[in-house]
């Protein structure tokens, strides 16, 4: 416990900004409950009144959670969310949020996580950063990103607005992921088209090579070696969980690439596309699900112009 007591500490009093008196809500399930303890304490001595309340492991990201947890959750002023599965991009998570609510969830922290690499960051310098590139792609239409690897893929963002994970929440209504550290958007449904090799990760499986043929924004042909795997999850969520949902780019650089989703997404010089649900951050599509993929030394061009060439920042 006394290991991850510096994390715990970096969430509740520098990311979430506890105060004494708030009500602050711990939500987990069985195997982060020694995270959710650490957080919940910390949350006490800042003199916040905490409730934990830990729930049956759910089936895939963006699952909503069960019905008694979603119905308490508007009422509380911080809500903390280490668990198995992400409730990022899930209705109740969005109406906690519109009662004002602060929301950050942790799906698939470790403790391992919670002692080290981006969950350790100088939360004020990853903001920065991140605005920066949120601003960036505020002010496009258009997207365009390669690898080496083989991603080619375009789409169309006109319209839509980009949402900076900085891991800062002091404001009601904030949400994000910690640890923190991207700026992502929704792309236009309908506009995506070209291909996503993904040589980062991707279920938490950090082999690589999986690729995804995108037309018209939906998913069509998956192969690789998580192929089958990522195949059964979409279908099991619906013909929904096929379109391409997310565009984000990592900003953290204390986060490494360990084979967990939660940190890669965050890694400074990649970038990542998430199939499924995207009605949570500006976009359209209710999927009750969203399942992320990264890639590494992306070039990304916004309406034409080099944002980000092989991995490296110029913005």
């Known amino acids: ?68 947890v979603a119905l308490v959750m508007p009422y509380f002023d911080v809500i903390i969310a280490p668990t198995t599965y992400s409730l990022t991009h899930t209705q109740a998570r969005l109406r906690a949020c519109e009662a004002g609510a602060r929301v950050a969830t942790m799906p698939m922290i470790t403790e391992e996580m919670m002692r080290g690499g981006a969950m350790l960051a100088d939360y004020l310098e990853v903001a920065k950063l991140t605005k920066r590139v949120a601003a960036a792609l505020d002010r496009a239409s258009k997207v365009e990103v390669t690898t080496e690897a083989g991603t080619n893929l375009s789409f169309s963002i006109e319209g839509r607005k980009a949402h900076p994970d900085t891991g800062l929440f002091h404001r009601p209504g904030d949400f994000g992921n910690l640890p923190a550290g991207e700026a992502f958007i929704a792309p236009v449904e309908g506009t995506g088209e070209g291909t996503v090799v993904v040589d980062g990760s991707m279920l938490d499986d950090v082999s690589g090579g999986v690729e ?97 060439k092989n991995g490296r920042l110029m913005i």
């Open 1 to 68: 416990m006394k290991s991850m007591l510096q994390g715990a500490r970096i969430v509740v009093e520098v990311c979430m900004g506890v105060r004494k008196g708030e009500k602050v809500l711990v939500i987990t399930d069985p195997p982060r409950s020694r995270i959710a303890e650490a957080i919940a304490g910390v949350a006490r001595e800042r003199g916040a009144e905490v409730t934990l309340i830990c729930m049956p492991v759910g089936q895939r990201h963006g699952q909503e959670p069960p019905e008694p």
């Open 212 to 308: 995804i043929t995108i037309k018209k924004g939906v998913a069509q042909r998956i192969s690789g070696p998580l192929a089958r795997k990522l195949t059964q999850l979409l279908r099991e969520a619906g013909p929904k969980s096929r379109n391409l949902a997310e565009f984000g780019i990592g900003t953290n650089p204390k986060a490494r690439l360990i084979g967990n989703v939660l940190e890669d997404e965050k890694v400074l010089g990649t970038c990542h596309v998430a199939l499924g649900d995207n009605s949570t951050f500006g976009g359209r599509v209710k999927a009750g699900s969203h399942i992320d993929g990264i890639f590494k030394s992306p070039t990304v061009k916004l309406d034409g112009k080099t944002v980000m």
